[in-house]
DNA sequence: CTGAAAGCGCTTACAG
DNA sequence: CTGAAAGCGCTTACAG
């Protein structure tokens, strides 16, 4: 079927048009179009001159408007991946929710990681006059971010630079606090922790996230008085390391009441080597975890975990780029717990 | 720490500028920089302007540029819901790697699947006059778009309008090939299918895909000589879905030599229900599955499936768009085969 | 071969 | 109270 739809451009209604049809300068449909109060037209004009736009179909020029007032009402999303976890993606519907309640859209970039791409996605939206730049990351690895010597204003979310900026992180200290509590309230005492990460045990300065999770774990633990039977080092964060730590872990003789994983993929790994072991996961032993995955809702039994909030920081990193003055503060986001059903009651 | 960050706008290096700088009119300097072969500047002076441009820094003003040609070098992505699965993230990757390779910059929106959020992302991007919309859907019934009387050309994602339309799809039918044909090359002649959809069972013109999955299947089944022993209707394509029909299916008297699932969620399920029942996925039984989600590679042993091709999709459709005549055809897109560790070796 | 001028669609300071 | 004019930064048809 070679239907061509590729539609030609009609000329759009300008301001010029809606001036000619109703009788009035453009001046004066400018000015009753944005309502400035200054210069007051009759009230009649004014209703016959909304009339007419409305029924024209006008709407202002964009690119006119952008050249006139050097805004162009968009903001620019760089992040690294967005096919990775809910991680990018949950950012991108935060974002686009506060864009949209502003009246901004949104322009996206991604850069894999890449130096040279971010440079250039910075570049590129500084070029476009973005009306400010939110850098989003996977892991909150302190870096030197390149190419923001530009005059456009800029969130990071979930990552630090070397130099003083507005981040946005999860609040991830409370959510040992969070965990260690709904624990105490299982009447666990006991608990294995699956896993550490080794990198940033070396370099806890560089993982400020991981170090504060597990920093918040620990004394949050101590304070409800729940004892800590052992803890394995991750190289990584996937299930099967996840797997081999719990494997690891079933194979001492120092059995915990409850495990507490460092993520939900960790936290399927583990699932697996339980039900290898025999032992039922959340039944014979309670899971906890953090992250909140799409896999978090799929396991059997549900887990509970707690939310990285990503959607929030989102929205957050919009309204703190919109709402005026910016300083170089972090913001910390709450991480929700989310209850499902790997963790006995409270009681 | 209280610093301030927010920079104010240092004034822009505009075109007027490098004029000045170089002596020469700024008809001179934009015909040098945009390389107007037919009015011959003397070699010496171009290479003069152009050295001052690139000292300056001089970028042009898209704002600008836009007003002058009524172009923004800027394509619109309108999703249902970037959050779930890596359906709408695929897309997004392929389509920014495409618009970046051919300087277009990329605004999205998500629509959630309501029709006035549709329409107002529709009427939002037409205002910003983007030089191309794509609209991509999560699955790929038929229905009908509003809103899309704009003269922007417009190409579909997996999904139809009942209007004509430019649109991209997944060969499934085609899968159903690959699939049958890599049982047969693992000597399997006798499979269950784990499950079909019931509404698409009942509305096939309605569900496209899912259909042509299916059709395929059979038929290639059919052809490779390759037996169905039962095949289970599924209300819904999740793990629990998947744990359900297959653990009817093993109360059955037919026992397969395989499983063929719906998708990677369903497969998930089948995992668990082939667990309970002693049996190891992928050794016991094999499986094989369609889509290729995340949970596909995290599963033990990890699932061998069919990709749902959704960059190459996203990519696709940036070229339809910025290639020229747009014809309401339908273009299929190949699903490829990831092989991983569900099935036997091919003989 | 090169420059002055007009115009894309808007807003606003300035006259009338 | 209202309109003509200038200007945002670019490109191109038109004179010189």
Redesign the interface.
Known sequence: ??????????RRVTLADVAAASGVSKTAVSLILNNRPDSRISEQTAARVRQTANDLGY?P????Q??RF?K?R?LGFISE???V??F???M??GI??AA?QHDH??????TFGEEPELRQAIA??S???VDGLILGFMDSRLRELPGLES????VLVNGHDTQ???CIMPDEFAAGSTVAHRLQQAAITRVALIGTHRRATLHPESYPSITRRFAGLTQALAAEGIGITGQWELEDW??SDG?TATRAMLAGNQPPQALICAND?VA?GAY?AL?EHGLRPGIDMPVISFDDE??AA?L?PALTTVRLPY?QMGEKAVELLLGG?????EHLVPMPLIERDSLPARR
Chains 1, 2 share one sequence.
């Open positions: 079927m070679k239907v061509d739809v590729s539609t030609p451009k009609t709407r020029n964009l690119a006119a952008s050249l050097g162009t968009t991946q967005v096919t976890t809910r990018a993606s949950g991108i519907t686009l929710r949209k859209t949104v322009l996206m970039a991604e590129q939206m070029h476009r006059e005059e456009v204003p800029v003083p900026r507005t996937n299930p797997f993929r399927m697996q039900a799409d896999i799929y059997r959607e003055q910016l300083t170089a503060d």
